[in-house]
């Protein structure tokens, strides 16, 4: 692996960060990510975070147009709560701030116990859980669905609203929207490997895929020989379409997990446009590439989430990240 040793893995790649993007404050030492001219007055701020190792998923959307701050764990591990609570007391211009917690149980103790002391420090904080992933309803780091790749269109989403100045609640509510309106569905072709473990954890034979994986490598539904790509996309946009059944258009992400190359994801991407037009599904928008990512693992994950012309033009509104960007 292109690393150093595994015990410095997460403060080497915060301090490349820093180095190639200086409209970021990062503090290696406490694994915040800031926003540069934080705390904005006037504006709720976004903060999220989560284990790294999902790249660009959170840090890489630091920024105007999406989140204000984001913590960094170790790699598949939760940030601790006094990460979120420095990062919100970072951010927070008394507008209030919105934690975007994926539905992993480490995650989600650790918001909910940050919340609590920043509010005792007298920052007001609202709270969505994502918890997008039809594949399961139980895995291995949390109790019902697994957050994934809606993670993106809420941050993208309600980043949009609080830039434009909407209220902390009218901010959560638009965030609640979008999640409670995608689901994903992820597919793996190759194990991941940890830099700790410094080999495959866990075993997928040549010539198999496993259905419905989750991002730190949980087991999904099934395993099955290799299929084509249109055969996996008829599988997984159905899986999706049977739990969203969307009665309007949707912007779709197709996503891949860190080691499938655009080559594979753009023609994977064509073989969901034509499943989604069978379907009679409408596309607004469409994303390729890897923004919700599992260290090395070669595979895909698309997520739909059903918009209105409101969810629409949010998402179309200017972004400035390190990983998205549009619109300025």
């Known amino acids: 692996m292109l690393i150093n040793v595994p015990e410095t893995v997460v ?22 990510v800031v926003r540069r001219d934080a705390p904005v007055a006037g504006k709720a701020a ?31 591990t939760s940030p601790v709560p006094d990460q979120m609570v420095r990062a919100a007391a970072a951010v927070d211009s008394g507008a209030g701030v919105l934690f975007v917690v994926k539905n992993y149980t480490g995650d989600v103790l650790n918001f909910e116990m940050a919340a609590e002391l920043a509010e005792e420090e007298g920052v007001r904080v609202a709270q969505v859980l994502v918890n997008d992933d039809v594949a399961v309803t139980d895995s291995l780091f949390t109790a019902g669905r697994r957050g994934t790749g809606a993670t993106l269109f809420v941050e993208k989403i309600a ?31 190759t194990s991941v490997t940890t ?12 010539g ?23 055969e996996i996309a008829d599988f997984a946009v159905d899986a999706v379409l049977e739990d969203l059944r969307p009665h309007g258009p949707v912007i779709a992400l197709v996503n891949g997990m860190g080691a499938t190359p655009l080559l594979e994801l753009y023609g994977f991407n064509a073989e969901v446009q034509r499943v989604l037009s069978e379907r009679g599904v409408a596309v607004a928008r469409t994303l390729v590439g890897n923004y919700v990512t599992s260290l090395d693992m070669a595979g895909c ?4 989430c059903q918009v ?11 972004v400035e990240t390190p990983a998205l960007r549009w619109g300025r």
């Open 11 to 32: 403060a080497d790649a915060l301090r490349g960060m820093a180095a190639a993007h200086p409209e970021l404050t990062v503090d290696v030492e406490n694994r915040v």
């Open 46 to 76: 976004l903060v999220s975070g989560g284990g790294s190792g999902h790249e660009p998923l959170h840090a890489g959307f630091v920024g105007p147009g999406m989140l204000s701050a984001a913590c960094a764990g170790e790699v598949f």
């Open 159 to 189: 980043g949009a609203a609080a830039e434009e100045g909407a209220p902390l609640d009218r901010v959560a509510a638009i965030a609640r929207q979008v999640n409670e309106s995608s689901r994903s569905f992820g597919v793996a072709l």
């Open 195 to 206: 830099p700790a473990k410094g080999s495959p954890t866990f075993d997928l034979p040549a």
């Open 208 to 230: 198999e895929l496993e259905l419905g994986i989750g991002i730190h490598g949980e087991p999904g539904r099934e395993r099955r020989p290799m299929m084509t790509s249109g």
């Open 301 to 304: 994950s698309v997520t739909l």
């Open 308 to 318: 209105d012309e409101e969810l629409v033009r949010l998402w179309d509104a200017p």
